[in-house]
């Protein structure tokens, strides 16, 4: 090592994906919700923020929020010629820390609509991957192919030394009644996966990603989604409590 150059940090973090093929779930705003939430319950924390979305919408908004402590990592580096994730890239990021001041490490992930899994082998490197999907038909079919499509690739890789992939969690968005929220468990009710609690629908989360002064748009949005954020913080802290592979559906 350089004399009077900070060790880089290779402890493992806890990692989360936010993924899904089909656009405008809300894989960014989740991403945005968590990475801030967990910045400000876990003080003792360095949270980064991946952002493989090339429109950036997560990172481009987080971005004023960096410091030693938060940072963020976008760019055309992530993917490689043909737009699938640069895996190797990918990996280092998740990996590496420029300090290593801190006595734990978050990694969120904000994945890009259209994302395939079996071309993401990054995948088995995540300790938990949450799926936004709202109750309309599109989103469902997009959402039972994607878990199909992760299935497939972690059964390939997975054996007896190594565990099968992140635990799968579906995350309703969108939602505007309990009755919608039954009809989603309904549809997908087959799927091996969680299933998360519903994130209602509220206007306040169309501004989530602007620059208000002093942040009153995220302020907004923390007070109205305190327990679900609390909640949402927890799964990535507790994720070693969810076993890989649950038979079906299975509600939190
Ligand atoms: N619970 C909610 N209530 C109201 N609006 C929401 C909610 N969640 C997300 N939105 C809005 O839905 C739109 C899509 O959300 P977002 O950009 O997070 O989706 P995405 O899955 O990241 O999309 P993409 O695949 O294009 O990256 C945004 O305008 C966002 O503000
Ligand atoms: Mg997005």
């Not at 967990?38 to 429109?55: E, F, G, M, N, Y």
């Amino acid at each position: 090592m350089i004399p009077g150059q900070a060790p880089k940090s290779t402890a493992r973090p806890r990692t989360v994906i936010f993924g899904n093929s089909k656009g405008g779930v809300g894989k960014s705003t989740l991403a945005l919700l968590m990475a801030l939430g967990l910045a400000t319950r876990h003080r003792d924390a360095s949270v980064k923020l991946i952002d493989l979305d090339p429109q950036a919408t997560s990172s481009n908004s987080l971005q004023r929020f960096c410091d030693q402590r938060f940072s963020v990592v976008q760019g055309s580096s992530l993917r490689c010629d043909d737009g699938s994730p640069n895996n190797e890239k990918i990996l280092k990021h998740i990996n590496t820390e420029r300090l290593n001041n801190f006595k734990r490490r978050f990694v969120v992930l904000d994945g890009a609509a259209g994302h395939q899994p079996d071309n993401s082998a990054f995948l088995h490197h995540c300790d938990i991957m949450l799926i936004p999907t709202s109750v309309s038909d599109a989103d469902i079919y997009a959402t039972r192919s994607y878990i199909s499509g992760l299935h497939a690739l972690f059964s390939i890789r997975g054996n007896r030394q190594r565990a099968a992939g992140p635990a799968l969690v579906i995350l309703p968005n969108l939602v505007d009644s309990r009755d919608e929220f039954n009809e989603l468990r309904h549809a997908l009710s087959k799927e091996r996966a969680y299933l998360g609690k519903p994130l209602y629908y509220s206007p306040a989360f169309r501004r989530a990603f602007r620059e208000q002064r002093n942040d009153e748009n995220i302020r907004i949005i923390f007070n109205q989604t305190q327990p679900y954020t609390l909640w949402l913080t927890s799964l990535v802290t507790q994720s070693h409590r969810l076993d890989k592979k649950p038979e079906k559906l299975f509600q939190l």
